[in-house]
C-alpha cells in the first residue's frame, strides 16, 4: 500500500519535472494514476471527518439566507475535540449532532471560536476518534494538488473537489489559497495533500471584511481558503480553555488611511496599550516586525493579520535618529480610548483665512480652561509645545491627552503672550444652558442662489436650476427624487448661507408612515439659519414601511454628496433618529464612523452594540425624549453606558412630554448640542 | 445567476478542439483526456427551441443513443416549440421529433428527421456505468451557447465530489427529477448545458447533465448529472415504440406537507414548546400523567432530534413527521436529554375514522 503510493508519488513529480521543458499530453497512465491518488488521499482522511447536523436556530444573519443542511468537521484528538467552520454555527442552533465515519452519533457542545480566522472547537464525549495528520506549514507549496473534503453532501461517503494550492500567506498572513471549490458542503471540512495528509480546514473568508459571512459569494469559484492545520493545533490549547481568541492587539493607529500609500509613522499608540507599557510614542516610525521590514501599513497588516491575543510580536522602531526594540505580548482588549476635555468652543473663522492659533468662542463654566482663566477672545497659540494653526489640530491635540493629565497652553491675550498648565477634564454629559450663536458674516453678493418658494407652497425642482445654467449652491428649501431609485430628499439651507464658513450638516432620518417633513423644516428652519445648521431631510423608498437595510448607502451617498456641494465641517455631521427609525440611524453612524460625528436619538433606544471608541473616529451621541415617555428611563441608561464606553454623551429630558416628536425646548437643546460639537 | 456567470469567467476551462476525424464508432478505446474529447465531442448535439424570452435559453444539448439518429436530452421548455433545431458538431443541420419524454426522469428522446442512411456516433445508453466520488470526469455541453458556429460543444473537467439523491422537495431541491445523481466539483451546469453528457477521463458514459438547480440545504447552486443508468430503459423502451409513461405518483397526490396531519404529539401524551420562530427548536414542554409518552420517560426539556432516522429540525418538522404516521406504525424518538441522546419507541395508536 505504501509502496504503490510512494510510487505514484514518484511519477507524479517525474510528471512535474519534465514539464518545466515542454509540454507534453499526460499519459493515461499518469492521469490514472493522479485518479487513484486523489481517491486514496480521500479515504485516506476520511475517517477524521465528521458530519455535523444543527437543530434549531435563526434562519438569516446579516440579510444572508442561511442553510439547514449538515456540514463537516476535523477530528483533532481522540477523546473528541472536533474544529469545524465558524460559518457552520451562525444560525445559533439549540444543538449540535456529530456523527463520525463509524456511524456513532453524539451531541456537540462549542468550547470557544477562533474569531480571527473565523473557526469552532466543538466537543463531544467519545473516545477512539481517529486524529488528522497535519501537513508542516514549510512543506507546503503553491501549485501542488490540492483536495477539498466535506462531508455534507451525502452520508455515507465524502464530497471531494481537485485542484491546485494556488497561493500561501492569504488573507492578511492566515490562509493557503485553493482553486478547488470550496462552499458551504465543504466548509469545516479540510484541503489535503495528494497523500492525505491535511493541508488545513476550510473556511470562508475575505480580505476586505472580517464578518464570518464574508468571502461565501465566492464559494465554488476557484478562490477557497484553508486555515493551515499547524495553526490550528499551536492554538488548540488556547481554545480548550473555552475562551474565545480574539484578534491580537498591539495598540497604536497610523496617521494615513492608505494601506498601499501610507507609511509605518506612529499617529497615536494608545493609552495602557502594550505598545504604551513598552515605551513607545506618538511620531516613532515602525522599521521591522517579527523580522520582516516593513514601509507600508498593508505590511504591517500582513504581519499582524494572523495574530491572536496571547501571540508575540517582535518590533523595531526609529525615533529620531535612535532606534529601539521591543518583544510585545499583544492583548485581545485595550483600555478604552477617552479624550480630553479642556472646555473651549473654538472660533468659527473663515476657511480660507490663515491664522496663528486659534481663537476662543466660548468658555464651559467650570471646565479646566476656565479654572486658568480662559476668556473668549483669548487666542490659544500653542498646546503642549506645538504650535496651533486650527481647530481641528487643536481638538486632535487635546484629544491626546488623557484626562486628569496636564498640558501646557500658551494664550495670547491682548498682544501679550502667557504660558498656562490646564489639567484636562472627561467631556461633560451635560449641556450648556446657554450658548451664544458664532457670527457669520453675510456672503459677497452672486456667491449663492437663492430657492424660490411658489405662490402654492411648493418649492421649485432641483432641475429647475440646471435650466439656468447657474451651479452655485442653492439655498433655502428645496428637494430632489433620486433617479434609479424610489429615495428622495428634501433640503434646507440657511438663507444667509456663506461658503466662506463651516456649516453643521443634520440628516434627517424619518420614522416609518410619516416623514414628519413639515415638522421637522417648521421647528428646525429658525435654529439652522441661527447656529448654521444645514437640514438634509432623507425620504425611506417605502415611506409606509420605513428604513430597509439596503437604502443604508442612499443615505451615505446623499450626506457625502451635500458635503461636496457645501461648505460642511466635518466634525459635525449628525445623523438624526426619532422613534423606529433610530435603530437605522444608530446603524449607519457606526458604520459609516468616517462621515457621522454625531448621533441624535429622540424617543428611540440604541439597540446595536457600540463599537469601541477610536481616536481617529470622534463619535458623540445626544439622546433627547420626554419625561413621560415609556422609554424615558432606558434612554437614561443608554446614555450612562455609552459613557462606561468612554463616548461623550447627552441625555436631556423634556418635561411633562409624552412619546413624541420633541417639542421647540428640545429642538433648541439639539440645535445647542449641534452648535457644540466642536468643543474640545 | 450573475454570479454563475462570473464563475464561468474564471472557473472554467473550456477546451475546444477541431474535430479532423468524425468517428463514426464508439468503439474506438480512448486513451488520454485529448483523446476522449475528440471521440466524444461528435455524439454530443446542439438543440435550438423554444425560449429567448423571460430569461429562458432558447439552446440546449443532446447526445446520440442510436446510430440511426435517436438523441437524449432533458425535458424542457426548449422542446415546446413546432421545429426542434439540432446542429451536429461538424454544424450539420437537422430538424428533429421530440419521439417520447419521461417528464418524471426529466428525459426527452427526439429522432432527426430526414436522416435515413446517414449514421451517425452514439453512445449505448444501456453500457453506462456508475463511478464514485473522486473519479475524473468531463462534461460535454453546449453551456451559453458558446458553441455558436459549426463547432463542437465545450468541454470542462472536473471530479465526481459526491454520489447523492435528490428528492424533489419544496423549498429544498426545485426539481422534478428525484434519485441518485452524480455531484460534480467543476461549473457544469449552466444555461443550456442541461441534457449534456457527463463521462469519465475515458470516454466512458455516466451520466445527463440536468438542469440548474440550487440546494437549499446549503443555499449553492448545484453540479451535478442523473446517472444513464437510471435513464436507460426508458430510453429504450421510446426507441422501440415500447414506452407506456408512468403514472405521476404526484399528480393526484399532492405535496406531502398539504396532507392532514394525521396524528398529534397530543396522541402520545406530550406537548411541544410554543412554535414561535421557523425553526424553534421541538423540545417537549410537559407530558400527561399515564400517557404513552410518560410511559417510556419522556421528560420536559427533552430535545426531540430524530423521528424514524428522520432529523428533526424545528416544532414543525416534529408535527409534519409525526402527522405522516399510519395506525400500527412504530414510532421511534432519540431526544437529547442534558449531554445524553436517549432512545424511545412508541406504538402508534388506532384512530378512529372520522376525526
Redesign the interface.
Known sequence: MMKSASLMLLLLSCFASTSAFAWQ????EL?EA??QA??RA?SQVAPSLVRI???????QVQNF??????TTGLVLSADGYVISSSFNFL?K???I?VTTTDGR???A?VIANDTVRSLTLLKV?ADGLVPARAAVKESIKVGQWA??VGR???AN??????GIVSALNRVWGKAIQT???V???NYGGVLVDVDGTVLGVLVPLSPQDNSTVAGV?W????IGFAIPLTDVLATLDRLKQGKDLRAGLAGFTFSSTDMFGGDTKIDRVRYDSPMYRAGFKDGDQILELDGHKVTRPAQVKHVLGSKIEGDKLAITIKRGAETKQADLTLVGELPPFEAGFLGVLPTREKLAGVAEGVGVRWVYPDSPAAKIGLQPRDRIVKFRDQAITSAAQLIDQVSRVRPTEKASVVVRRDGKEETLEATLAGYPADLPKELPTSPIEAAAEGEVKKAVEKPDGKVEAEGDKKAEGSDKPRTGRFGEEVADSKNAWWAFVPESYNPAYGYSLLAWLHPPGDTLEATVYDSWKLEAERRGIILLGLKAANVGAGWQANEAEFVHETVVSFQKKYSVDAGRVVLHGYDKSGPFATHLAFKHRDVFRGLILAASLITERPPENLPEYRLQFQLICGSKDPAHAFLDRNANSLRALKYPANFTSLPDLEHRYPNADGVDAMARWIDSLDRL | MSIKCRLMQFAICILQFAICNAFLTSETSAQTTRETIAAVQPKVVKIFGAGGIKGLASHGTGFFVSKEGHIATIWSHVLDADVVGVVLSDGRRFTAKVLGAEPQLALAVLKLNNADGIEFPFFHADEAISAGSGTRVLGFSNMFNVAAGDEPVSVVHGVIAAKTTIEARRGVFDSPYSGPVFVVDGVTNNSGAAGGVLTTRDGLLLGMIGLELRNAKSNTWMNYAIPVKELSSSIGQIISGKFEQKRDPRSDDTEPSAKPRRYKPLDFGFLLVPDVVDRTPAFIDSTLPDSAAAKVGLKPDDLVLFVNDELIQSCRALQDAIGRLESGDQLRLVVRRGNELVNVEMLVPKKREKE
Do not use: H, Q
Open positions: 499530453a499526460p499519459t493515461r492521469e493522479e485518479e486523489f481517491k480521500v447536523e444543527t437543530v434549531g436556530g435563526l434562519d439566507l442561511l442553510g439547514n443542511g449538515p444560525s442552533p439549540a444543538s449532532l452519533r453524539m451531541t457542545k464525549e483536495i477539498a455534507a453532501l451525502d461517503a465524502p464530497n471531494v473537489s481537485v482553486d478547488a471549490k462552499s458551504p458542503v459569494e464559494y465554488d469559484s476557484g
